[in-house]
């Protein structure tokens, strides 16, 4: 059973920076993909970042990309996601997720239901 457990949500001014976290415990893969998601009240699930091990391929939305850099510490296997310049409209509940390796960049980031395992989410709330 894979367990993902997010921290680092906090209430932030914009412009400000936050790094999430997403400690993964459990049966692991070669190849995976691994993901942020975010939603925000009202709105439906949106892939921000993911990461596939397979060919280090790494993808984000247009709306992050350039400020969150995704990133994986096999040593300790913990996902991150390094948010900057964030802005309002990045408030949101952003959850963790990992999936199948062999995941095209539309499945990685376009289709939440490609995921196996997620976690309980962490809440980032942006001020402006």
């Known amino acids: 059973q894979v367990q993902l457990r997010e921290s680092g949500g906090a209430s932030v001014q914009a412009g400000g920076s936050l790094r999430l976290s997403c400690a993964v415990r459990g049966v692991t893969y070669r190849n995976y993909c691994t993901a942020w998601f975010r939603q925000a009240p009202g709105k439906e699930r949106e892939g921000v970042a993911a990461?596939?091990?397979?060919?280090?391929?790494?993808y984000y939305a247009g709306s992050v990309n350039g400020r969150f850099t995704i990133s994986l510490d096999n040593a300790d296997n913990t996902l991150y996601l390094q948010m900057t310049r964030l802005k309002p409209e990045d408030t949101a509940k952003y959850s963790c997720?990992?999936?199948?390796?062999?995941?095209?960049?539309?499945?990685?980031?376009?289709?939440?239901?490609?995921?196996?395992?997620w976690g309980q989410g962490t809440q980032v709330t942006v001020s402006s």
């Open positions: 997720a990992r999936g199948p390796g062999d995941l095209t960049s539309l499945q990685a980031l376009g289709d939440p239901d490609e995921y196996n395992y």
């Open positions: 990461l596939c091990t397979e060919g280090s391929r790494t």
